[in-house]
């Protein structure tokens, strides 16, 4: 049997001029000019135009004459050079065309619901994916995605780690998200949890002496759907024994540099900057900054602390941001909604227009504090007086919406940082007991073990995060291998000894039998492919992604099940999904 092609369509340059070649693909375009026939041809390597002249054949231009886009195609003809005023410089194939001496319809389409590469509603590009999937943005980002993940295996494997796969049933990992739940026919009433992580079973492989364990692993989370959030997604996982923080970052670095310089790009500079949680939160007011641009945090609770100005010398601080622009009033207005919707009380200010000051509070300071606050002609001074959490949260939020309403970001370059340090327990909003940061079983820097019972606020772990131009890529930490330094941890969380043994109890078990010291990480992958793909969010770069209602347009699930199905696992269900 003759091969359906013997090249592709996006190949084809002036070289080849002369030969003959048989092509494969889908019709990108066709215009009929009464006698000759203009197809342009694409598969997965580009496009070529083909020429179907019925001088030279009428059996191809009777064939071309029925051809609609996205018929599949199969043509033979010789490659020939293009008049030079017909030579398209847009296509890289755009000097030659193909003379058509045969041309066969392989598959026929019918009318399309949208164009392939048209800038159609999300849902609808969704629910006919595989036609979506054609388009130069689709096949680009797939194709991406795989230079990236293969380039990290490559990675993960010339430093010696061993793929080991985990299942996905088990029982619940405490992530902080909800469990997708899955009912067992052979056991009515009970439940499996889909993986958020692998995390207990990579840590039992450095029980189990594996040493170094690495999987592209699909977790799965219960969360509301976000730009960078799907209910499954992948992570570059990874646990390595008898290693400090340090060697874990090494590895993540190398992989991050692996992937871009597969993609020919330029990598980042190693090592990634690296800065503490209390350092990010005081400059940033995030975990998790975009590095692209200044605009810090900066504090002026010193300088304002006899003030007459009542709301500054009583607040707990006072903190402010230097914003480039001398604001309007109604831009202030807008800013103030904003540090209101991050928990702020207020915003005062001081715009420096043109040299002069504007701001209802000026008259309250002091020549000295007016001295100490003069910026910059074109820039306002944004200040919040409250509590170090709030004035944190509210001047962060700010500064991601400054650096977006402004334009701050250098889109040049990457920004890769790593957040470390940060606290081991935080309070749980719901219960006000202790929670974990991260996860239960990440261990606290040295000398902090005795706070985790005795001052946990206090503790800070030996967790850390990869952050890359304000997108957190992924997390992890050292961990805990004794069994009594997991319980103080249990504990602290308020589970008793049942409780302990009930859910964590194959962990200590293992922690007891000889358990090396082990730490690891997991980078998100399809936020890191996005990034790299220059996409907004991380649908783009998901083959078939879920829309925030939780759905998947294309096969219409999730979808009810008949009760007998329901009834065999054992459950009823309680609720009228109405109508599918
Ligand atoms: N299991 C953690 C996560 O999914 C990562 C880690 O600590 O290795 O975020």
Known sequence: MSSWRDTTCGVLTADDAGTRVKLAGWTDTRRDHGGLVFIDLRDFSGKVQLVINPERTADAAAVAHDVRNEFVLQAEGEVVLRAPEAANPNLPTGEIEIQVDTLRIVSRSEPLPFQVGEDVDEVLRLKYRWLDMRSERMQRNLRLSHIAIAAIRRTMDDLGFVDVWTPSMTKGTPEGARDFLVPVRLQPGKFFALAQSPQLFKQLTMVGGIDRYYQIATCWRDEDLRADRQFEFRQLDLEMSFVDREDVLDVLEASVVAAFEALGREAPARPFPRMSYADVMRLYGTDKPDLRFGLEIQDATELTRGSDFGVFANAPVVRYLVAPRAFSRADLGRLEDVAKEWGAKGLAYLVNDGGEIRSPIA???????????????????????????????????????????????????????????????????????????????????????????????????????????????????????????????????????????????????????????????????????????????????????????????????????????????????????GQD
Not at 415 to 433: A, C, K, Q, Y
Not at 491 to 508: C, D, H, I, S, V
């Open 363 to 577: 008259k309250f300071l002091s020549e000295q504090e007016l001295e100490a606050l003069r910026t910059e002609p074109g820039t306002t001074v944004l200040f919040v007086a409250d509590t170090e959490e709030i004035a944190s949260r509210v001047l962060g939020g700010l500064r991601t919406h400054l650096g977006r309403e402004l334009d701050l970001p250098d889109l040049e370059r990457n920004e890769f940082l790593w957040t470390v340090d940060f606290p081991l327990f935080e309070r749980d909003e719901n219960t006000g007991g202790w929670t974990f940061v991260h996860h239960p079983f990440t261990a606290a820097i040295d000398g902090d073990e005795e706070k985790i019972e005795h001052d946990p606020g206090a503790a800070h772990g030996q967790h850390y995060d990869l952050i890359w131009n304000g997108w957190e890529l992924g997390s992890g930490s050292i961990r805990i291998h004794r069994a009594e330094t997991q319980q103080a941890v249990f504990r602290t969380m308020g589970l008793g000894e049942a409780e302990q043994q009930e859910k964590f109890g194959f962990l200590l078990d293992a922690l007891r039998m000889g358990a090396p010291p082990h730490g690891g990480f997991a980078m998100g992958i399809e936020r890191f492919v996005a990034l790299l793909a220059g996409e907004p969010d991380i649908r783009q770069v998901i083959a078939f992604p879920k829309v925030s209602s939780g759905g998947d347009p294309l096969t219409g699930a999730p979808t009810t099940m008949p009760d007998t199905v329901l009834r065999e696992l054992g459950i009823t269900s309680i609720v009228d999904p």
